[in-house]
C-alpha cells in the first residue's frame, strides 16, 4: 500500500533528500527544512539563495552552495558550517566526494575541500559544466566545453583529458568506476569507457538530459529528457554501444524530469513535468503510481537507505514523502 504525505516548504525544491533518515528539502529561498519525530525545523543557511545541494555519502548533511558566496555543511540539527567562501561569486554547483570531501565550481575553475590544507583548484579553459567524484579513491571529473578532465585531489600528476566536441554541462561515475558518462547542452548524452578512453554517443533525445542515476547493480543508467525514462544498459563489454535502450513510464505529452533509481531493487522513480512521480520496473516495464500531477515539475527525487520511501519536490515549491 503506498500513502503519500504532501508537505508545503513554500519554496522551489533545489534538493530533496533524507539526512540521518529524516526526510529533508533545500529550498531556493536559501533555507533547509528537516522534517522529524519533533516537528518542522527550518534552518537559514543563505542570505540570497541556495542555488545548489549536494547530500554527502556519509547521508549525515545537505552540503550547499548559494549566491553568496559560500559553500556551507548542514546538518539536520541546525548545525551551519562555512566549508568554503568566495566573496561576490555564486555557487551554483557543488559534489560530495568520499573522506568527505566537496567539490564546487565558479567559473572557469573547481575547487575541492576536504577539511584538511587549503583548497585545491583545477582551472579549466572554459566554464565548468559539472563535476563527479569516483566511487573509489580521491579523483574527479570536471565536465567542461569540448570533454571532460580527470584528475587526482591528492596528487601533482598531469590530469586525463577526455575530449569531445560540444558544451558538457553534467557529470557521473558508473558505480563500478569503469565509466564516465557527461551530459550536454545539445540533447545528447557522451560516455568514455576509462580503460581505454572509448566514446559513447547517446542521441534521440526531444529535449536536453538534465537527471541521471544509475540502477542498484549499475546495469543502468535512466535518464530524464524524453517522454519516457531512457535506461541504457551498461552490463555489456561495450556499455550501450550497438544495444537498445529500455523505455520505462512512457506519457506521449510529458517530459520527464527527474530520476532515482531504487537503492536494492531494479526499479526507478521517474518524476515529470507535470508534477506526476510514477515507479517502474527494468525487468517488464510494469508500473505503480505514487503522485498525480501537481502544480510544477519534479525538481528532485530521492530514496532513503532503506528503500522503503521516497522524497519529491517540485519547481513550484510541492514536496512530499512517499511510504511504500
Not at 527494468?282 to 503510481?289: C, I, R, S, W, Y
Not at 517540485?314 to 511504500?324: F, P, Q, Y
Amino acid at each position: 500500500m503506498v500513502s503519500v504525505a504532501p508537505l508545503d516548504p513554500g519554496s522551489f525544491v533545489v534538493a530533496a533528500s533524507f539526512l540521518a533518515g529524516d526526510p529533508a528539502f533545500a529550498l531556493g529561498d536559501g533555507s533547509v527544512v528537516v522534517l522529524s519525530g519533533t516537528g518542522e525545523k527550518r534552518i537559514e543557511a543563505h542570505g540570497g539563495g541556495l542555488l545548489a545541494a549536494a547530500r554527502t555519502l556519509s547521508g549525515d548533511a545537505f552540503v550547499t552552495g548559494g549566491d553568496d558566496g559560500r559553500v556551507c555543511r548542514i546538518s539536520p540539527d541546525g548545525t551551519t558550517t562555512t566549508l568554503a567562501e568566495l566573496p561576490r561569486k555564486w555557487i551554483d554547483l557543488v559534489a560530495c566526494g568520499p573522506q568527505g570531501a566537496v567539490g564546487f565550481a565558479v567559473g572557469r575553475t573547481a575547487y575541492v575541500t576536504t577539511g584538511e590544507g587549503p583548497l585545491r583548484e583545477f582551472p579549466q579553459t572554459r566554464a565548468v559544466g559539472g563535476i563527479a567524484f569516483a566511487p573509489k579513491g580521491l579523483r574527479i571529473a570536471i565536465a567542461r566545453y569540448d570533454g571532460a578532465t580527470l584528475a587526482f585531489v591528492n596528487a601533482s600528476g598531469a590530469a586525463q583529458e577526455l575530449e569531445w566536441k560540444g558544451a558538457h554541462t553534467g557529470a557521473s561515475f558508473s558505480p563500478d568506476g569503469k565509466y564516465l558518462v557527461t551530459t550536454m547542452q545539445e540533447n545528447a548524452l557522451h560516455g568514455w569507457r576509462l580503460s581505454d578512453a572509448q566514446d559513447m554517443r547517446m542521441t534521440g533525445y526531444p529535449s536536453k538530459v538534465k537527471s541521471m542515476s544509475w540502477s542498484a547493480r549499475g546495469r543502468y543508467l535512466a535518464t530524464s529528457g524524453a517522454n519516457a525514462a531512457i535506461c541504457w544498459p551498461f552490463f555489456g563489454k561495450n556499455g550501450p554501444m550497438g544495444q537498445q535502450p529500455l523505455q520505462l513510464g512512457t506519457r506521449s505529452d510529458q517530459i520527464i524530469t527527474q530520476v532515482a533509481c531504487h537503492p536494492g531493487e531494479e526499479v526507478v522513480a521517474i518524476g515529470y513535468q507535470d508534477g506526476m512521480v510514477l515507479l517502474a520496473r527494468f525487468e517488464d516495464g510494469q508500473e505503480v503510481l505514487l503522485r498525480r500531477p501537481g502544480e510544477g515539475a519534479v525538481s528532485s527525487l530521492c530514496w532513503d537507505a532503506g528503500g522503503m520511501r521516497l522524497v519529491y519536490g517540485t519547481e513550484a515549491g510541492e514536496a512530499g514523502v512517499v511510504s511504500l
